[in-house]
Nanobody, 124 residues
Framework: QVQLVESGGGLVQAGGSLRLSCVAS????????MGWFRQAPGKEREFVAG????????YYADSVKGRFTMSRDNAKNTVYLQMNSLKPEDTAVYYC?????????????????WGQGTQVTVSL
């Protein structure tokens, strides 16, 4: 059984930074791609970033490209999301998810394993 636990959310002013972490357990971590998603109130869950099994390839939504960086440490079973130059529109609950395969998928429907989420609030 896969368990994913996110941390690092909080309240930050626009232009600030946060780093989210997600620790995984239950499956061989390095065998699966990982993704970060977010869901704002009244909106659908959307893809933010993804990383390949090795960490050598990363993928980003256009809305965060150049501001967010996703990485992973397979020795620690952990993925990170460094968020810089935050904007109020980045406010959402952020979730990490483990891909069922080696590939990164941008559709949340492809993921069965999710963390509980961590709230990120960006104020003006």
């Amino acid at each position: 059984q896969v368990q994913l636990v996110e941390s690092g959310g909080g309240l930050v002013q626009a232009g600030g930074s946060l780093r989210l972490s997600c620790v995984a357990s239950g499956r061989t971590f390095s065998s699966y791609a990982m993704g970060w998603f977010r869901q704002a109130p009244g909106k659908e869950r959307e893809f933010v970033a993804g990383v390949s099994r090795s960490g050598g390839s990363t993928y980003y939504a256009d809305s965060v490209k150049g501001r967010f960086t996703m990485s992973r440490d397979n020795a620690k079973n952990t993925v990170y999301l460094q968020m810089n130059s935050l904007k109020p529109e980045d406010t959402a609950v952020y979730y990490c998810a483990q891909s069922p395969l080696a590939a990164v998928f941008t559709s949340p429907d492809r993921y069965a394993d999710w963390g509980q989420g961590t709230q990120v609030t960006v104020s003006l």
